[in-house]
């Protein structure tokens, strides 16, 4: 299990990535093709070179299609691309899970077109399809691997059980799963499990949706446009809780001489077994205000008062957001 050969893609992985989610309007409306393609450069430009697409990223492969523009006149060698397979848009907008092999191999070789490349540096499962056993599903990418149309195999939105199951099938770079200041549910026995067995974690949602990137004013109201408004993150005491913990960083950046987007990251990033930190953007602004991480250094201070403001804050309402 876990040949060392199917690890080594990683270390072109920059630990600090984008995820291009929202790039294809997916979280909120008003995200156009040129606003995509700009953000997708800042990042490069800026040297974050790991780019985290999907095949459902857009109902019509649009984060697929604009990181193609923006990466058609660099060196393929000086990005790291990484795509998922395994979900679907129906009409109606209704996304659909399906990890049968026929249907992943045929949604890699669109991803690999839109993209304009000849492979992957890692594909995902996007997540399992409780039609289909994960050892089939895992079994599909085995064969994309060998086929060289992906340099490494990870797999996304497991359970623990889940993950030993197809990372006995197939070797497996990496996990990807949601990890942030105040979801911090990996932590008990996935990440100890994933670090003893050499598989690299990948985060999602460091930033909460934006929760924590630190300028979501307090009357904030999400339309049923934006994604954001059916998550209990962002309603009611919930959201205005949330903002307090918010608050609690502002100081401990400014005694950093950062910012809070930048601290979010960087604490991320610093977590014991997390591989990369992908953060979601719409604009190079954004992109500038969180690359800042980068240079942002905790100290004990820091990581004390982060821990009693989550102490504080006690646990965030809703859906676990790792499964059991
Ligand atoms: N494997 C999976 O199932 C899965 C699931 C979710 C995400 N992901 C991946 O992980 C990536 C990150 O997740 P995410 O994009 O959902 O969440 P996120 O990174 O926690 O938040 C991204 C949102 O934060 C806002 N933002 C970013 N930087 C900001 C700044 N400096 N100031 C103010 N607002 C800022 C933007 O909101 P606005 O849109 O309002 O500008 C952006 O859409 C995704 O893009 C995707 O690649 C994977």
Redesign the pocket.
């Known amino acids: 299990m876990n040949a060392p050969a199917s690890r080594m893609p990683l270390s072109r992985m920059s630990r600090l990535a984008l995820?291009?989610?929202?790039l294809a309007g997916m979280?909120?409306d008003g995200v156009d093709r040129d606003d995509a393609i700009a953000t997708v450069n800042a990042a490069l430009d800026a040297g974050i070179t790991h780019l985290?697409?999907a095949y459902c990223y857009g109902e019509a492969g649009e984060s697929e299609t604009a990181i193609r523009e923006a990466i058609k006149n660099r060196p393929r060698e000086s990005i790291f691309l990484a795509s998922?397979c395994g979900i679907h848009w129906e009409p109606g907008r209704q996304q659909a899970v399906d990890g049968a092999p026929a249907r992943l191999q045929a949604e890699v070789n669109e991803s690999l077109h839109r993209l304009g490349v000849d492979s992957l540096d890692l594909l995902y499962l996007?997540?399992p399809d409780p039609k289909t056993p994960i050892e089939a599903s895992a079994e599909a990418l085995l064969t994309l691997l060998e086929s060289g149309k992906t340099r490494a195999v990870g797999c996304?939105?497991v359970s623990l059980e889940e993950l030993q199951r197809f990372s006995a099938v197939c070797p497996t770079a990496a996990c990807?799963m949601p990890y942030n200041m105040l979801q911090r549910e990996l932590e008990t026995s996935f990440l100890p499990w994933c670090r003893e067995h050499a598989i690299g974690m990948v985060v999602?949602?460091?930033?909460?949706?934006?929760l924590l990137?630190g300028?979501m004013g307090r009357d904030r109201q999400f339309p049923t446009s934006d994604s954001r408004h059916k998550y209990p993150m962002f309603q009611g005491e919930e959201f205005q809780r949330n903002l307090d913990f918010v608050d609690a960083l502002r100081p401990i950046a400014a005694r950093l001489e950062s910012t809070v987007?930048a601290l979010v990251l960087a604490w991320t990033m610093e977590r014991p077994g997390i591989s990369s930190v992908?953060?979601?953007?719409?604009t190079p602004a954004?992109v500038a205000?969180?690359v800042p991480a980068l240079d942002c250094r905790l100290d004990d201070e820091a990581r004390t008062a982060i821990d009693e403001a989550h102490r504080l804050r006690g646990p965030v309402a809703g859906r676990r957001a790792v499964k059991t």
Do not use: E, V
Not at 204 to 210: A, V
Not at 278 to 282: I, Q, R
């Open positions: 995820g291009c989610w929202p979280t909120r985290d697409t998922k996007h997540a996304s939105n990807q999602y949602w460091p930033l909460m949706k934006g990137a300028s987007p992908l953060f979601g953007a719409t954004q205000a969180n």
